[in-house]
């Protein structure tokens, strides 16, 4: 397979990806990677962040949360910031309430790292469930909803103790039947968590054009960050070819999909229209070797300040929010055929209607 970037040698671990019902479970065996201060039962990081997925989420172990976040974790959400393991365990009790049904498709685990350092995981996964008990956004509606998720975590010796939380909740409130404009404006209202304090770059920077970036780019670390910097920073969309295939699909926020490199343009239009003085940052840069191809995960955030239209619909305008999004982005040869943008318009909705 010819990629546009070189990929470091590291051992081979579990796949998840075009797993029938019947390969869920992954067998327990000897190590596929070294995994100091880990329960034996994980062969590699994919089936640590997997298996404890599902024990917590569809066995109901709630209490493996404890076993597997650290006391002191900092959770980083486009709501604010939490700090602790109970909160965590609130948050699950919660959300296990509301939907109580709740299934998690395992959609790629992307990694880095090793047992000295530590391990940085991204993991994608869709959920269908159905409402019957009441959310932070309105009372049960007893519908179904589908949605996709993404969670970057950072663990040691069997325990996260940093992650960052994105949920696509413009597409769940959406089915829930809500306007999320409204929601927007509850959800800011009593939002009780650690803010948190951002700072644009343009706010500084003023009218000085945007330069290339001066990195290499035959690393994934560099060719994800040209990629970004490139079509969200510089603007030039007329490059999207370089990195897509010609039918190329991207899974956007809200439920949005686009197909083909003039739709994904528009995609990225319409989300850019809604903070069009913002700055990219790519904060984290990791890779899976899958069953049906290599998917890199990357961790981003844009900031700015909202304008109405875009993605945000009829938002308070002038008002300084951040986008935090987990793109993965699955490759065919040299280009991208496939990518799963997930961000929280939500989120920033209530940081408009907050600031």
Same mark, same amino acid.
């Given at each position: 397979m ?14 998840v ?11 327990q065996?000897?190590?596929n ?26 066995e109901?172990?709630i ?19 939490v ?13 296990? %309430?509301?939907f109580?049904? =709740? ?14 350092? =530590? ?32 969670a ?5 010796? %069997? ?6 939380l ?10 829930? =039947?809500? %306007? ?16 948190f ?8 920077t ?5 330069k290339?970036?001066?990195i290499?780019n ?34 956007? =926020? ?13 995609l990225l ?10 700055v ?17 995960a ?20 002038g ?37």
């Amino acid at each position: 397979m010819t990629l546009p970037f070189s990929l470091p040698d590291r051992p081979e671990v579990t796949k998840v990806r075009q797993r029938g019902e019947a390969d869920q479970v992954i067998p327990q065996g000897s190590r596929n990677q070294p995994m100091r201060g880990y329960d034996e039962q994980y062969v590699d990081i994919v089936d640590y962040i997997v298996g404890i997925t599902d024990e917590i989420w569809y066995e109901r172990a709630i209490g493996r949360v404890y076993d597997t976040y650290d006391h002191a974790c900092v959770i980083y959400s486009s709501y604010g910031v939490v700090r602790s393991v109970e909160e965590v365990i609130a948050s699950t009790v919660a959300g296990i %309430n509301s939907f109580p049904d =709740g299934e998690i498709h395992h959609l790629n685990v992307a990694w880095s790292g090793d047992e000295e350092e =530590g391990f940085y995981t991204s993991h994608l996964g869709f959920s269908r469930c159905t409402n019957v008990g009441p959310t932070a956004w309105g009372p049960a509606t007893g519908r179904r909803l589908a949605a996709r998720f993404a969670a970057d975590c950072i663990s040691r010796d %069997n325990k996260i103790h940093t992650e960052w939380l994105v949920r696509d909740a413009g597409a769940q409130v959406r089915q829930l =039947g809500f %306007n999320i404009q409204e929601v927007a404006q509850r959800v800011a209202e009593r939002s009780s968590f650690d803010q948190f304090v951002i700072d644009p770059e343009t706010r500084l920077t003023g009218q000085v054009p945007r330069k290339k970036l001066d990195i290499p780019n035959d690393t994934v670390d560099g060719w994800a960050r040209h990629l970004f910097h490139n079509l969200w920073n510089l603007k030039r969309l007329d490059w999207l070819n370089q990195y897509y295939s010609s039918n190329a699909v991207v899974h956007g =926020g809200g439920g949005r999909v686009a197909q083909g490199v003039r739709n994904i343009g528009a995609l990225l239009i319409h989300v850019q229209t809604a903070i069009p003085d913002g700055v990219m940052r790519v904060e984290h840069v990791s890779h899976s070797e899958e069953t049906d191809g290599v998917i890199v995960a990357v961790r981003w955030v844009y900031e700015g300040t909202t304008q109405r239209g875009g993605v945000l619909g009829e938002c308070p305008v002038g008002k300084p929010v951040f986008m935090m999004g987990i793109s993965h982005m699955r490759f065919a040869g040299d280009k991208i055929v496939e990518e799963w943008m997930v961000f929280d318009e939500l989120g920033v909705l209530s940081q408009a209607y907050r600031s």
